[in-house]
């Protein structure tokens, strides 16, 4: 399996952003989750879905401004980023797992980051 995030950049306070994390073929059990590092933090959870239903979950500090979804068809899952603040400046990765977790341990495939920098 291997994951290939893309779409980071810069953007100004208060605009938007789309990821997108190519999945390849994965089974439909699948779980793609959204992580993210910023410099001398922890790594912390984003959102996740489940590949099959569609079933979504946000951490609470993106909810109501991160929507993430998925293209089946194009072995696809995005995170469309909206409201940005500088606190959301950080490296976000992709990661597979079968458990629907926000914990990142459990989740075994991971890609390499895409940088997001929300700065004027």
């Known amino acids: 399996v291997q994951l290939q995030a893309s779409g980071g950049g810069l953007v100004q306070p208060g605009g938007s952003l789309t990821l997108s994390c190519a999945t390849g073929?994965?089974?439909?059990?699948?779980?793609i989750g959204w992580f993210r590092q910023a410099p001398g933090k922890e790594r912390e959870f984003v959102a996740l879905?489940?590949?099959?239903?569609?079933?979504?979950f946000y951490a609470d500090s993106v909810k109501d401004r991160f929507i993430i979804s998925r293209d089946n068809t194009e072995n696809t899952v995005y995170l469309r980023m909206n409201s940005l603040k500088p606190g959301d400046t950080a490296v976000y990765s992709c990661?597979?797992?079968?458990?629907?977790?926000?914990?990142?341990?459990?989740?075994?495939?991971w890609g390499q980051g895409t940088l997001v920098t929300v700065s004027s």
């Open positions: 879905i489940r590949r099959s239903s569609g079933t979504t």
């Open positions: 073929r994965i089974y439909s059990s699948s779980v």
């Open positions: 990661a597979k797992g079968s458990t629907f977790t926000s914990s990142a341990s459990a989740y075994k495939y």
